[in-house]
């Protein structure tokens, strides 16, 4: 059974740090890329970056480039997303998405993981 | 940026009666390696999304043949051909074909 559990969320300040979590079972962790994605409160949905299988390509969103880093541990089977600079637009829910093989992008979704940042 | 544009962005639909939502995007979704990076997801209320349609047309495992997914370049469709109670919620198209991966704003289905 394939799971993704993030972690990480809190309330922060604006100007201030959070690293995400996201543990994950179930599938060949190592072989898939892997994605963040968010959902402002009762707005839609926007991805945010992606890391390759081996963690060498990243890729983000206009919004959070230069302020978010995503890694990967494969030895863990675990992704991350380092949030920098946050602002109160970055509030939202925070999904940790793979993919699948071939052309499946998002195939499963973790809960998501809260982020508030207001003073 | 490729601009995911969706209608309607809310639709009430009898069950049983069919269903369908348009997304046009902004530029042609035909990756230069043959493939159409277009999808549908379906966001259950309370729930993380979920894939439905991948590649313009193939129904994900799982997922009911009720749904289907079509069209090409810059114009496609997702239709329903029998609502049931149980697929309420927002549907939301996206483009993989290249980065940043953009989202439609959501088509909100309700029962009536």
């Known amino acids: 059974e394939v799971k993704l559990v993030e972690s990480g969320g809190d309330v922060v300040q604006p100007g201030g740090s959070l690293r995400l979590s996201c543990a994950t079972s179930?599938?060949?962790?190592?072989?898939?890329?892997m994605h963040w994605v968010r959902q402002a409160p009762g707005k839609g949905l926007e991805w945010v970056s992606l890391i390759s299988s081996d963690g060498s390509r990243t890729y983000y969103g206009d919004s959070v480039k230069g302020r978010f880093t995503i890694s990967r541990d494969n030895s863990k089977n675990s992704l991350y997303l380092q949030m920098d600079s946050l602002r109160p637009e970055d509030t939202a829910l925070y999904y940790c998405?793979?993919?699948?093989?071939?052309?499946?992008?998002?195939?499963?979704w973790g809960q998501g993981t809260l982020v508030t940042v207001s003073s | 940026d490729f601009v995911m544009t969706q209608t309607p962005l809310s639709l009430s639909v009898t069950p049983g009666q069919p269903a369908s939502i348009s997304c046009k995007s902004s530029?042609?979704?035909?990756?230069?390696?043959?493939?159409?990076?277009f999808y549908w997801y379906l966001q259950k209320p309370g729930q993380s999304p979920q894939l439905l349609i991948y590649?313009?047309?193939r129904r994900f495992s799982g997922v009911p043949d009720r749904f289907s997914g079509s069209g090409s370049g810059t114009d496609f469709t997702l239709k329903i051909s029998r609502v049931e109670a149980e697929d309420v919620g927002t549907y939301y198209c996206m483009q993989g074909t290249d980065f940043p991966h953009t989202f439609g704003q959501g088509t909100k289905l309700e029962i009536k």
């Open positions: 590649e313009v047309f």
């Open positions: 998405v793979k993919d699948d093989y071939g052309s499946v992008l998002f195939d499963y």
């Open positions: 179930g599938f060949a962790f190592d072989d898939l890329s």
């Open positions: 530029q042609s979704l035909l990756h230069r390696d043959g493939k159409t990076y």
